[in-house]
């Protein structure tokens, strides 16, 4: 008995039973919550992923071009975070985990798309820079709430040459 399966389109009504998933393209701020404005969006736990005895958080930081001025700087006491820019390259800021932020020697990477990094727990960090003139996707993976319950960040003023 020969059976024929039929390709089907992915809808949230007929995958539900197996699972979800989430369209990167159609993210918006009209659509999901967004902490942020442009030119960094973050779209914060777009999906959550039971890994065994924790919940991991699918989230998308959407950066636009912009200076190449670090602001903010931030780092994770409890976890780790993976990186994955997506459609792009990008531009990374990171640093060694000094308590006196004033001591703080950062480094910037150029990450190539579908690159995926993983941040070490204490590494100073922030939203990432588009390389170029198009705004960059970059899939972040956090545990769930991470950025409400173990974010510190701090006020790091310094450019950078490209």
Request: proline share 6%; glycine share 6%; with cysteine.
């Amino acid at each position: 008995m020969e059976t024929t399966l039929h390709v089907q389109p992915i809808t949230q009504e007929n995958f539900k039973k197996y699972g979800d998933f989430v369209r990167i393209d159609q993210v918006s701020p009209e659509k999901n919550q967004c902490a942020g404005p442009r030119p960094t969006e973050f779209y914060p736990d777009l999906i959550l992923q039971n890994i065994g005895m924790n919940i991991i958080g699918i989230s998308l930081c959407r950066v636009y071009p912009r200076d190449f001025q670090v602001e903010f700087t931030e780092h994770h006491n409890d976890t780790e975070e993976g990186i994955l820019p997506l459609d792009g390259d990008i531009y990374l800021h990171v640093g060694g985990a000094p308590q006196d932020i004033s001591n703080l020697k950062v480094e910037i990477f150029e990450v190539p798309k579908l690159t995926y990094i993983r941040l070490k727990i204490g590494v100073w960090h922030h939203a990432p820079f588009a390389k170029g003139n198009n705004s960059v996707n970059v899939l972040i993976v956090l545990a769930e709430r991470t950025y409400h319950n173990d974010c510190e960040v701090k006020e790091y003023q310094k450019s950078f040459g490209k």
